[in-house]
């Protein structure tokens, strides 16, 4: 489940050919309707904000559960243009969670949008290949 990246973690993954036989799918949760709808409580967003690392871990306990599959990512941040829940642009977080394993990660990059999309997503990629590979 990712939000900052804008379904750029997802296209990410499925420009690889055949990854359609591992990825089962991704959700771009957008707003906090859309990460409740998608299985993250009302009281995580209101206690810790859409932006911060218990976000991220329960987005990808959600996903995980949601679609079935073994590992889960969940991706929070600030894309910008301004600061979000007094955050500042270019903040994210990152969980990878697996039946055995959390991976959490502060990520801080530029804060330029497309910069934020590409970094974040791939370090959710390099982190993702470390945790299977680990």
């Known amino acids: 489940m990712e939000s900052c990246t804008g379904g750029y973690l997802v296209?990410?993954?499925t420009e690889v050919p055949d990854s359609a036989d591992y990825f089962k799918g991704g959700v771009v949760a957008y707003s906090q309707a859309m990460h409740m709808a998608h299985g993250v409580p009302a009281g995580v967003?209101?206690?810790y904000g859409v932006v911060s690392?218990?976000?991220a871990t329960v987005m990808a306990h959600a996903i995980r559960v949601h679609l079935g599959a073994d590992v889960g990512i969940g991706v929070t941040g600030v894309l910008g243009p301004s600061p979000l829940e007094g955050k500042p642009v270019g903040l994210a977080y990152l969980a990878i969670v697996s039946a055995s394993a959390v991976h959490a990660q502060e990520i801080r990059v530029p804060p330029r949008r497309v910069t934020i999309k590409?970094?974040?997503s791939n370090?959710?990629?390099i982190e993702l290949c470390k945790l299977l590979q680990g």
């Open 45 to 47: 967003l209101h206690r």
């Open 11 to 13: 296209n990410s993954i």
């Open 53 to 55: 690392q218990e976000n």
């Open 123 to 125: 370090t959710a990629l």
């Open 118 to 120: 590409r970094r974040v």
